[in-house]
């Protein structure tokens, strides 16, 4: 009896020294690996800043551009009075001063007025409230009277010109005329020759 116990207890203590042997010995990195793995946090920490360093930055832009756009449009109302005194001839003296240097202020900010008379109709620019008609002195549709001034502010339209538009004269307004004469002379014609048939 004591010699198969005798002989048990010596394999059960080697094998479990044997397989607990190389769970105890964990491999650690070596110091190349470690400076690689340091280099790639370090180039990602690096990535996250400069990405939310741009939105920061774009985020600033867009919220100034917001504001000048807003200061620019509540000055509209004061240029178009502006306007307004130049086209009666009032503006003159110290007021002619002051409006100089406030449209010289808005051109810093790149505000530009549009819609002028002589100007080619653009949807995306002007507003036409009213058709003044045919004209043979324009090649496409034309501004022929300017309501309200527009603005802009580089690409981006703050307030649409209102205006009334001219049209070219149709090339088929002009031979209509004659067919139409000469259609009314056809039933002219034929009824004197009835006539004459019936004398």
Known sequence: MTEPGTDSVPEQESTPAEEAQPAETPTEPTPEQQLAERTLDLQRLQAEYVNYKRRVDRDRELVRAQGEAAVLQSLLTVLDDIGRAAEHGELAGGFKAVADSLQAAVAKHKLEAFGAKGEAFDPALHEAVFHAGESTEVDTTTIDTVMRTGYRIGDRVIRPAT????????????????????SAEAPAGESATDADDNQ
Do not use: H, I, Q, R
């Open 163 to 182: 205006v009334g538009v001219v049209d070219p004269a149709s090339e088929a307004a002009a031979p209509s005329a004659p067919a139409e004469d000469a």
